[in-house]
């Protein structure tokens, strides 16, 4: 082999090298975007759920609605923090990739909270403000699929909504 086709040879290893190289840095940049992007969503939503319970602190009625819808003027404040409740949910459904670990961490909150303001969720009123894929998602029992308390309680055959369509 000449020297001339040596450099070629030394050339094309080194090409491929540096192809190995960025690869490598690209999978590596990509993994750690993937690991700040789940310490910021984990960070936003455990602080929209602490401000959801401030809320509650500040009005424990609203945490426990069944107790407490004779007395007036807290409809209007339940709708209210329901709303928020339930869209609260529908981020975690929206930012949390099935393959994280974060549907782990919210898995039992979305249960919780999801088993406290079911009545308001299938309201006729209420329920269309959702998207289709999320009622759907929560009617196959969320994160935890037929596992889960909540399979089966979220379709369009809420009571409510059977009682609307017998009248």
Not at 95 to 123: G, M, N, Q, S, Y
Not at 138 to 146: M, P, Q, R, S, T
Request: glycine share 4%; proline share 4%; with cysteine.
């Amino acid at each position: 082999m000449d020297w001339i086709g040596t450099i070629q040879w030394l050339a094309t290893i080194a090409q491929g090298i540096g192809t190995v190289v960025a690869l490598l840095a690209v999978y590596s940049s990509n993994s750690e975007f993937r690991k700040q992007f789940r310490a910021e969503t984990y960070s936003k939503l455990d602080a929209m759920y602490f401000n959801l319970q401030q809320l509650a602190m500040n009005d424990p009625r609203v945490a426990h609605p069944h107790r407490h819808t004779a007395e007036p003027g807290f409809s209007e404040r339940y709708d209210v923090y329901a709303f928020m409740v339930w869209n609260f949910i529908e981020t975690i459904y929206d930012l949390c990739d099935k393959k994280d670990d974060l549907p782990k961490t919210w898995a039992l909150i979305v249960e919780r909270e999801a088993r406290l303001h079911r009545d308001w969720f299938c309201a006729a009123s209420n329920f269309s403000s959702f998207k289709p894929e999320f009622r759907d998602w929560l009617n196959c029992g969320g994160y935890h699929k037929e596992n889960s308390p909540m399979h089966g309680q979220f379709a369009l055959t809420c009571p409510q909504h059977e009682r609307a369509r017998a009248a």
